[in-house]
T-cell receptor
């Protein structure tokens, strides 16, 4: 069964705007990861945040993790048309890296 | 480019036929994972290997599915007696000493 669930499911924004996606999960985790997938392609790893971390940055990406609420958010700042993709959160519950993915968040950035 | 390759990229087969997919991770990937992704869904874990040992199999992996990683390098996933419900994207990922998984481009299977 799917562990992560992203909200909202679909997001359409203008280029230059920020995009925020949320992910909730049910069980305790070792780490949470965000991936991007362009249409029909493989997944690209974006960022990993461990259960003892609260916030992480990578370029225009900012991820937060709230283990008390079992939720995470991904913020993409100053979005570009090339950011158009599906974004998935995935949780690793026990450190063996068997990832449980959410259903994904489709983001469309309009030039 | 993650360095993980999968072949073939697309496979169309008739129901009841057997198919085999191959995944080639990079040499540093001592762990290798297989996932299945259907349209509009996130990937679902199927199985994973630590070197040549298959350590875990999902309940999604019925008896018709078998995976191998004979020398701890490339891996194959075979589906016997394919069914229409097997139509999906099959993704392979490699991982080394970190927790990051590097995904290949996937093999899209269509069962007619």
């Amino acid at each position: 069964s799917q562990q992560g669930e992203e909200d909202p499911q679909a997001l359409s924004i203008q280029e230059g705007e920020n995009a925020t996606m949320n992910c909730s999960y049910k069980t305790s985790i070792n780490n949470l990861q965000w991936y991007r997938q362009n249409s029909g392609r493989g997944l690209v790893h974006l960022i990993l945040i461990r259960s003892n971390e609260r916030e992480k940055h990578s370029g225009r990406l900012r991820v937060t993790l709230d283990t008390s609420k079992k939720s995470s958010s991904l913020l993409i700042t100053a979005s570009r048309a090339a950011d158009t993709a599906s974004y998935f959160c995935a949780t690793d519950a026990d450190g063996n890296n068997r990832l449980a993915f959410g259903k994904g968040n489709q983001v469309v950035v309009i030039p | 480019d993650t360095g993980v390759s999968q072949n073939p990229r697309h496979k169309i087969t008739k129901r009841g036929q057997n198919v085999t997919f191959r995944c080639d991770p990079i040499s540093e990937h001592n762990r290798l994972y297989w996932y299945r992704q259907t349209l509009g869904q996130g990937p679902e874990f199927l199985t994973y290997f630590q070197n040549e040992a298959q350590l875990e199999k999902s309940r999604l992996l019925s008896d018709r599915f078998s995976a191998e990683r004979p020398k701890g390098s490339f891996s194959t996933l075979e589906i016997q007696r394919t069914e229409q419900g097997d139509s999906a994207m099959y993704l392979c990922a490699g991982a080394g000493d970190t927790d990051t998984q590097y995904f290949g481009p996937g093999t899209r299977l269509t069962v007619l």
